[in-house]
């Protein structure tokens, strides 16, 4: 026998077992929803995910796994029917409140500490829900937002202008055709950090809700969904999710 050649052959196959692997490996593919608002959670133009805070924790997470990410758009209103699908693997930076159905999915670790409140003109100073009365307030297309403000909503008390990008809704407020809007304290701070918003306009002492965000996962989903949480809870542990936020701060 030629020892040589045998050792050489070994050799080969290994490689090819290598590349096939790693072939492998390289073509799993979680898909990733989101519901685009705008910056800084979601970064892009004509609603294509580019940048922003979802798409960082959306790789981050890929990554850990050995996995390649792809991103779907999901309208808010169809974000059940779309993860029934099957078509969404992962739904980041969302809250149990925000869907229909929660106990449908596997939900991960808290990711970040998420805080809503309310956006006014400096003149008109927001301290209580009842100053909101017969106001137009700019929302996000079909977004759930805390109890009081909803019940307000549903009442007629206050009426609602909803807009597909929070950067609309700042539009508007700054031109005075809405009386405040609602929008989370890093969207906020991040928007006039870039100089995008109006400095009239301030953020109030009137909080609409306050609550963890975390990611839903399919239970349909292309990787086991206790590999995909053991993940996040790893990247959370190792400060990865909280270096993400603090970039966009």
């Known amino acids: 026998m030629n020892v040589g050649r045998g050792r050489f052959t070994r050799a080969v196959c290994l490689v090819w077992v290598s590349l096939v692997a790693a072939t492998v ?17 979601h970064i892009g133009s004509d609603q294509v995910l580019e940048a922003g805070i979802v798409k960082d924790v959306s ?13 779907v758009n ?15 693997d992962v739904l980041c930076m969302y809250h149990p409140h925000w869907v229909k159905r929660p106990d449908t999915y596997v939900w991960g670790p808290a990711i970040f500490h998420y805080r809503e409140m309310y956006v006014a003109t ?25 109890a009081r403000t909803m ?37 906020f701070y991040y928007l006039r950090k870039l100089g995008l918003i109006d400095r009239q306009l301030m953020l109030s002492e009137l909080e609409d809700a306050a609550y963890d965000l975390s990611c ?8 086991p ?9 790893d990247l959370k542990a190792q400060g990865v999710f909280e270096n993400i936020y603090s970039r966009y701060r």
């Open 122 to 146: 400096k003149d008109n100073e927001l301290e209580a829900f009842d100053q909101l009365k017969g106001k137009v307030i700019g929302t996000n297309l079909g977004y759930e937002y805390g």
């Open 216 to 223: 839903a996962i399919n239970r349909k989903a292309r990787l």
């Open 151 to 187: 019940q307000m909503f549903n009442s007629g008390q206050a009426n609602r202008l909803e807009m597909v990008e929070t950067s609309r809704l700042y539009e508007l407020l700054g031109l005075r055709r809405i009386n405040a809007l609602i929008d989370s304290e890093v969207s």
């Open 25 to 41: 490996q390289a073509t799993e593919t979680l898909m990733f929803g989101y519901s685009y608002h705008g910056p800084p959670f």
């Open 59 to 71: 790789l981050a997470i890929a990554d850990a796994l050995s996995a390649k990410a792809d991103f």
């Open 225 to 233: 969904a206790a590999k995909i949480v053991q993940a996040m809870s």
């Open 74 to 88: 999901v309208p808010v209103k169809r974000v059940d029917q779309i993860m029934d699908s099957g078509k969404v």
